[in-house]
């Protein structure tokens, strides 16, 4: 069992810059963020196995930076440069389960404003 609380969702303006965290009760799996915009299914954003190795959707990549502090049990996603079409409500995940995770935080909301 993992527990994720997410935060650092806010509005910001197109071409902005917004941090989220995700504080996990355990890092011991690989962890992920996906995100659901209204009326969509969830998307992957981006993913970190428990050893370090990244990979990103072609949609962020270059924009987007995951990263993690194993001493704080804190998964991060670094945002830059964001667009009105990354607005959506972002999940912290942990613990791959076939195409998602088996653990899932309650969401943080990104609005991104033109």
């Known amino acids: 069992q993992v527990q994720l609380v997410e935060s650092g969702g806010g509005s910001v303006q197109a071409g902005g810059s917004l941090k989220l965290s995700c504080v996990a009760s355990?890092?011991?799996?690989?962890m992920g963020w996906y995100r659901q915009a209204p009326g969509k299914e969830r998307e992957r954003v981006a993913d970190?196995?428990?050893?370090?190795?990244?990979s990103y959707d072609e949609s962020v990549k270059g924009r987007f930076t995951i990263s993690k502090d194993n001493a704080k049990k804190t998964l991060y996603l670094q945002m830059n440069r964001l667009k009105t079409e990354d607005t959506a409500v972002y999940y912290c995940?942990?613990?791959?389960?076939?195409?998602?995770?088996?653990?899932w935080g309650q969401g943080t909301q990104v609005t991104v404003s033109s």
């Open positions: 970190m196995t428990s050893e370090g190795t990244t």
């Open positions: 995940g942990a613990c791959r389960s076939g195409s998602a995770y088996k653990y």
């Open positions: 355990n890092m011991l799996c690989g």
